[in-house]
């Protein structure tokens, strides 16, 4: 299971890191750091998904 999780990750947290940039562009957010804040964000919340994607799955 734990490579499922990890390939699913990749995919997810890729789309979420994504998701969150392009809000944070939308709300105004110029700077690096908060960009790269909101990106780390979307690429750890995707970590809890991942794993319960992959639960279902298997």
């Known amino acids: 299971m734990t ?6 990750h990749s995919i997810i947290g890729a789309t979420l890191a994504g998701v969150a940039v392009v809000i944070a562009l939308v709300s105004g957010v110029t700077g690096l750091w908060p960009l790269l804040a909101s ?20």
């Open 3 to 8: 490579r499922l999780v990890f390939m699913m």
């Open 39 to 58: 990106a780390v964000a979307g690429w750890v919340i995707a970590w809890p998904i991942a794993f319960v994607i992959a639960k279902r799955i298997q």
